[in-house]
């Protein structure tokens, strides 16, 4: 299922019109949602509660294969519809608001700050994870029309492995920045992403077919003060809106020889693919994976991907009413073989020697 305070926060950005998609974070958000969902792991059980439209509360409990559990809540400024989703561990690139292109709908590609600018809209989440006692909070707040920041922690029984994020963005729609700051490690980060071409304030499905593409480049700048060194990486983005959507992106870090290229594409309004080729020129390491997205109702969503390193990775999702399930397994094609070599499996699967059944889980969440 989806992580709470992500989703929480996706879902504020969204009646907000604050547009995640100009971030240069998001700039692969499309593919990365096709292949890089996490499927779901044992058997957990979530209830979702809404006595407000302010207010939500989280709860989850989870069985198998460890028993864990975890309390979370929210308090928005705005009314927010948290019923509103599909119950993935992510939601379908047809609805993320980072791969608009893919969807090809008017509503994802609604521009930032189409919303109040009042400086009152606001978020705060907590979350408590038992039996670790770590608490997790979040805290985002929209200063201007244009401006917004957010904060992010999470506390441990240790102090020293306490974390902290800070960030504030800025977005005119014609470019984006951000400027983080993150603990341990002293990081201080800055991102930005262009777009090149016209970027109207209220798009019609007029301006799409007279400006069909799109061009957009960012680049990313980091440094930590703790360990006196950083790094940078940039990329780019070509997007087609119309007749037929698709999206290439390409994403290189110079400084750790690591090239990222990406190509996502609506083969028909419910049917989504993508394929993805890493490689570093300093190991000569390289890494191909593939992946599809099948919306097959408007209540049940089917992905399935493969890579070279990892193997297959297969996710359900179905809605009925109140309740949502997700099913997901891994196929490594490693522990195959390492079954055949040495008779053994990992340690936390209780499959046949051999088995390429590397993980296999359900959840379950209900609204109330």
Not at 9 to 29: E, K
Not at 306 to 318: E, I, K, M, P, R
Request: aromatic share 12%; proline share 6%; with cysteine.
């Amino acid at each position: 299922m989806h992580d709470f305070m992500p989703y929480c926060l996706r879902q504020f950005n969204r009646s907000s019109r604050w547009n995640d998609d100009n971030q240069y974070s998001n700039l692969s958000a499309a593919s990365r949602s096709i292949l890089d969902f996490t499927p779901p792991a044992g058997f957990t059980f979530y209830v979702s509660k809404a006595p407000s439209s302010f207010f939500k509360s989280s709860y989850r409990l989870q069985t198998f294969p460890l028993f864990s559990g975890s309390l979370g809540y929210l308090f928005t400024s705005e009314e927010l519809d948290l019923r509103r989703t599909y119950c993935g561990n992510q939601e379908p690139a047809t609805e993320d608001a980072a791969s608009s292109t893919a969807a090809g709908t008017a509503s994802n590609s609604t521009p930032a700050f189409a919303g109040s600018p009042s400086s009152t809209n606001y978020l705060l989440c907590g979350q408590v994870f038992l039996p670790t006692n770590r608490i997790e909070a979040l805290y985002s707040r929209r200063f201007t029309r244009r401006t917004q920041f957010l904060a992010a922690s999470a506390q441990h029984r240790d102090p020293a492995n306490n974390e902290l994020l800070a960030q504030l963005q800025y977005d005119c729609s014609k470019w984006c920045t951000e400027l983080s700051y993150t603990f341990p490690g002293s990081l201080v980060g800055w991102r930005g992403l262009y777009n090149f071409g016209p970027v109207p304030e209220n798009p019609t499905l007029e301006d799409q077919r007279a400006h069909p593409g799109r061009v957009s480049i960012g680049g990313e700048l980091y440094f930590s003060t703790a360990d006196n060194n950083g790094g940078l990486s940039v990329g780019a983005r070509y997007r087609t809106l119309v007749p037929q959507t698709a999206e290439f992106t390409c994403v290189t870090n110079p400084v750790m020889g690591h090239l990222s290229t990406a190509y996502t594409m609506s083969i028909t309004p419910r049917c989504i693919m993508s394929s993805r080729f890493d490689f570093n020129f300093y190991s000569l390491f390289s890494d191909l994976a593939a992946g599809i997205e099948w919306q097959s109702s408007e209540e049940s969503l089917i992905k399935a991907s493969v890579n070279t390193s990892q193997g297959v990775v297969l996710g359900f999702d179905c809605r009925y009413r109140k309740i949502l399930l997700s099913v997901g397994a891994t196929l490594s094609h490693d522990s195959f073989k390492r079954g055949r070599r040495d008779g053994r499996m990992p340690a936390d699967l209780s499959m046949p020697h051999g088995s390429p059944l590397k993980s296999l889980g359900i959840h379950v969440q209900f609204f109330s």
